[in-house]
């Protein structure tokens, strides 16, 4: 994976960005300080043999040296920008609770002002409907009492009714605009559930364990 944290820390960055840059640079660290390690054991080694009463080229001691240093230098950016790196998760995921909720409020409002307008145009299928049936039973108090009654939206199974009743019920259902009033008000009740019971840490282990490599699992060899 491409380090690229630099920029990541600098602009405007996901978490998905961000952990990115976090799994590299845990990558990095880990050859860091093998790196580190082996100039260490270089360093140590041709001071012994100087100790010894060796003789050395003196470049080879600053050369040494200078591998060593440039090496806590590498870890040194490395841990810093991985500090940084998970400082800024953590105020990115903050950031986008508080945005989910101006959100919520937001998709709220709309859907109120949906939602009325949702039941007028109910309101007004009714009102056809309940002509289109009065037109069968000629009095208002027969014609509430037949759409109220069992089984006014349940034709039997096998009839003409029940396939002209479903036909256009499928057919309006179709039809319907989408994001329908239920549509809006599943997804802000995702959106509250997310906010409501918003646990950082919970986040930040979830989207960690999405980038970083899972250990294999050994199978036991079967013996025949």
């Not at 950031?95 to 937001?106: D, G, V």
């Not at 002509?131 to 759409?147: I, Q």
């Not at 997310?194 to 294999?216: A, G």
Request: hydrophobic share 35%; glycine share 4%; with cysteine.
């Amino acid at each position: 994976m491409k380090l690229n944290f630099l920029n990541v820390l600098k602009g405007k960055s996901t978490p998905d960005e961000i952990v990115e840059q976090i799994v590299a640079l845990e990558e990095k660290q880990r050859q860091c300080e093998k790196e580190k390690q082996d100039a260490k054991e270089r360093a140590k080694e041709i001071r012994s043999r100087i100790m010894c009463g060796e003789k050395v080229n003196p470049n080879a001691v600053k050369e040494a040296d200078s591998a060593l240093e440039e090496c806590n230098i590498n870890l040194d950016v490395v841990s810093e920008s991985l500090e940084k790196l998970k400082e800024k998760l953590e105020e990115v995921f903050i950031a986008l609770k508080a945005e989910e909720s101006q959100k919520i409020i937001e998709i709220r409002k709309r859907l109120n002002r949906e939602r009325d307008k949702a039941k007028l145009d109910l309101w007004k299928a009714k009102g056809k409907l309940f002509g289109l049936a009065f037109a069968l039973h000629g009095h208002p108090a027969v014609t509430k009492r037949d759409l109220e009654s069992y089984p006014a939206f349940s034709p039997s199974l096998g009839t003409e009714a029940y396939d002209v009743f479903h036909a256009e019920k499928d057919r309006v259902i179709a039809g319907l605009n989408r994001p329908t009033v239920a549509d809006v008000e599943e997804e802000i009740r995702s959106k509250s559930n997310w906010v409501s019971n918003f646990d950082l840490e919970k986040e930040i282990r979830q989207i960690m364990k999405r980038y970083r490599p899972q250990p294999v699992e050994e199978k036991e060899a079967i013996v025949e």
